[in-house]
C-alpha cells in the first residue's frame, strides 16, 4: 500500500527545479440531480478540502454528474424498444429499452457482436453510446452523454472564472474501452481552456532530429491521470490537476475524433 | 501558463484526508548506451532533485533508455531488406529497410494503409511495432522494443528494491496511437509490482447497484499520467508517481493485451 504523502515531509525539499503535478480528489460532492448548482458544489468540495482554486489548475469533471446536473437522463419507462432495439437486446441480453436509448443516441453501430459499438451524434466510439445505469439512483433510469460536452465545459470554465476570479480550465471525462487492449481508461469528451491535442511536429529530439509523427493527446493523458482518483463507487467524480504547464486555449475535445475517412478502425 | 506549485504555499493546507497523487520528473537522466546502470542514472537523478525513495512509489520509465540499456537497437546499414519490405516501404514512402526491422518485430500486419500497423511478437497492437529513429543519436540507428518488457520492468524493480531498500513498483512505457481518436498517450507495455487491471465487477455503485463492466486500465492510466511529464525532446524520461495506492502485485502489462479471439478490431 502506498504511504499517504505528507506534504511537510523533509524528504521533499523539492527546489521547484523538477517539473510537478499534483492531484486532488475532490471528495464529497452531493448527489447531482437536474438544476443543481455543479460549480457550487464543486467550489464548496474544494473549500472543504482546504484547497484554494489557482490560474492554471484543471479541473477533470466525470461525465455523469454533468450528465445529470443537465437533466440528460432517461426514464426507461418512457421507452417503446423498435423491433431493431428489440432484436440487438436478444442477441445481446440487454434490456430493448436502455438499446433504444443507445439507438437514439447513435448515428451509426460499429460492432454489435458482443457488446454494442456505436458511434455517437458526436462522433464518439464507444460502448453503448455512453449510456449508463450505473450510479444513478432508480432501476429504470439511465444517464446519457451531455448534448454538447464542449459547450458544456465552455459554460463551467466560464462560471468557475466568474465564482472564483482564477482561469480554470476543464475537461469532462468519460471511461472509454479500446481495441486491442483490455480495461477502461477516462478520455476526454469535452474540454474548454486548454489545448486537447499537443503538436510537437517540426519540433526536435535531444539529437537535432525532427519529431515526425508526434502529436499527443494531452486531454485524455489529463483524463487518465484524473481517472486515477475516480474510484467509480465512492463518489469522487471531480479531480483538480495542478502544476501541469500549457498555454490557455479554447480547443474542443471533439478535435479528438479521428476523422471517419482517415480512421482504418471503422 | 500554470503556475509553478509552491509545496510550502498556505493554500495547501491539505489535512491529509484528501486523495492526492503527485507526479514528478526526473530530469538529467543522460544519453543511455547498453550496459549503462539505468538504476543507478535514475538513483542519481532522483538525489539530483531532492527525491528520497519510499515504498509505494511508481516509476514510469520510457521504454527508449530501456531499450537502449539493454542495447535493443538495430543499425540499418545491417539490414537488407526483402522484397515484402521493398514493396510495402515504396507504397509507404519509407526507408525499405526500416519496414524491414518492423516486419522482424511483428508477428503479423493489421493496417498497411497509411502507417504500418502490426501485432508484435509481445502482441501489442501498434504502429511501426514500436520500432523508433527519434531520440537516438545516429541517423541510421533504431531502437527497438524490449524483447520481455515485463521481465525488464521486474528486473527493474528489483534492482530499486537492492539498491534503495524501497518497494517501488516499475512501469515501462510507450507512446501509442489509437482508432478513432487522433493522437498518442503513454501507455503500459511492461510491469512489476502493481496490478495493471483493476476489476470493480462485483463491487457497487453508491446506490448500491453492480457495477457491471468496470475493469480499468490502471497501469495505461499510470502511463498516460507520466506521459504528462516526458517531454519527448527534453530527456526527461522518467517519472515518479507517489500517493497512488494500490495492492502490491507483480502483474504482468501483456495481461493488458486483449485476446485476439475476443478483439472485434484486428
Not at 74 to 89: D, E, F, N
Not at 201 to 227: C, F, N, P, V, W
Request: aromatic share 4%; glycine share 8%.
Amino acid at each position: 500500500m502506498a504511504k499517504p504523502s505528507n506534504l511537510r515531509s523533509s524528504s521533499f525539499a523539492n527546489s521547484g527545479a523538477t517539473p510537478e503535478v499534483r492531484l486532488f480528489s475532490l471528495p464529497g460532492i452531493p448527489e447531482i440531480h437536474a438544476g443543481r448548482d455543479l460549480v457550487k458544489c464543486v467550489i464548496d468540495a474544494a473549500r472543504r478540502a482546504a484547497i484554494r482554486f489557482e490560474s492554471g489548475d484543471i479541473l477533470v469533471i466525470a461525465q455523469k454528474i454533468v450528465s445529470k446536473a443537465e437533466g440528460a437522463v432517461v426514464r426507461l419507462t418512457a421507452i417503446k424498444p423498435s423491433p431493431k432495439a428489440r432484436s440487438l437486446a436478444g442477441r445481446l441480453k440487454k434490456d430493448p429499452r436502455a438499446v433504444q436509448v443507445v439507438l437514439n443516441e447513435s448515428r451509426r453501430i460499429v460492432r454489435s457482436d458482443h457488446v454494442l459499438i456505436t458511434e455517437t451524434h458526436h462522433g464518439f466510439v464507444c460502448a453503448n453510446a455512453g449510456v449508463d445505469h450505473s450510479n444513478v439512483p432508480g432501476n429504470d433510469v439511465v444517464t446519457l452523454l451531455p448534448r454538447n460536452p464542449d459547450r458544456s465545459a465552455k459554460k463551467l470554465a466560464a462560471a468557475f472564472r466568474r465564482r472564483t476570479g482564477k482561469r480554470v480550465a476543464v475537461i469532462i471525462s468519460d471511461t472509454f474501452g479500446r481495441p486491442w487492449r483490455l480495461g477502461l481508461t477516462n478520455v476526454a469528451i469535452g474540454a474548454a481552456g486548454l489545448p486537447v491535442l499537443l503538436d510537437l511536429r517540426g519540433s526536435r529530439d535531444r539529437h537535432g532530429k525532427l519529431l515526425s509523427a508526434t502529436i499527443l493527446a494531452i486531454a485524455d493523458e489529463l483524463a487518465a491521470a484524473a481517472g486515477l482518483l475516480m474510484e467509480k463507487s465512492k463518489g469522487s467524480p471531480v479531480v483538480l490537476i495542478r502544476g501541469y504547464r500549457y498555454k490557455p486555449r479554447f480547443e474542443p475535445a471533439t478535435r479528438i475524433i479521428r476523422p471517419a475517412a482517415e480512421d482504418l478502425f471503422r
